[in-house]
């Protein structure tokens, strides 16, 4: 059965597509078989097809991550059936992303950090007016994060796989 995730901050320049490389390539090394489908999207419309930020595509060439093929968009309503998990970067995010889809699909939603075991509201800071320390920590945190996710789903995996 097929995995949809999709990474959700504001603007879909840093963050969510940081997160979307990250997870891409954990999930690849470590569960090559596992169909996933990943992606990407902002609850804004700022950047609609604009690359990630470039500090974000430096910081993720230094660990081997390519974010250069990526483009912005933003959540569409379609995202909310489509997708098994919406992973917010944010509680804003996740505030904004509960208001706009039905109430059926709130279950769906997670905060990131709740995958590296952290405190059920943690954000992952926005780095957009930082220096590039923002971008290092948040590839970091994506690093923490993208392993809990992945280990959660090869759980789910092998609990529908015995059913």
């Known amino acids: 059965m097929m995995y949809r ?15 979307e490389g990250v997870f891409r390539r954990i999930a690849g090394e470590r569960a090559p078989d596992l169909p996933l489908e ?3 999207a902002g609850t804004h419309g700022y950047h609609v097809g604009e690359p990630p930020d470039p500090r974000a595509i430096a910081a993720a060439a230094r ?31 996740r505030e904004t992303l509960r208001e706009r889809m039905p109430a059926e699909y709130h279950e769906r939603i997670r905060l990131f ?9 943690a954000d992952v800071p926005d780095p957009y007016y930082g220096g590039p320390l923002g971008f290092e920590q948040v590839l970091d945190l994506a690093e923490e994060a993208s392993a809990g996710l992945l280990d959660e789903l090869l759980r789910e995996s092998e609990s529908r796989r015995r059913r």
Do not use: H, K, Y
Request: net charge positive; with cysteine; glycine share 8%.
């Open 63 to 93: 660990r081997g991550i390519d974010l250069r093929g990526l483009r912005a968009r933003q959540v569409d309503d379609a995202d909310f059936g489509r997708f098994d998990l919406i992973v917010a970067m944010d509680r804003l995010n």
């Open 5 to 19: 995730v999709l990474f959700v901050c504001m603007g879909n320049i840093c963050r969510s597509p940081t997160a």
């Open 113 to 121: 950090m709740e995958f590296a075991g952290r405190a059920r509201d």
């Open 38 to 40: 990943i992606a990407s």
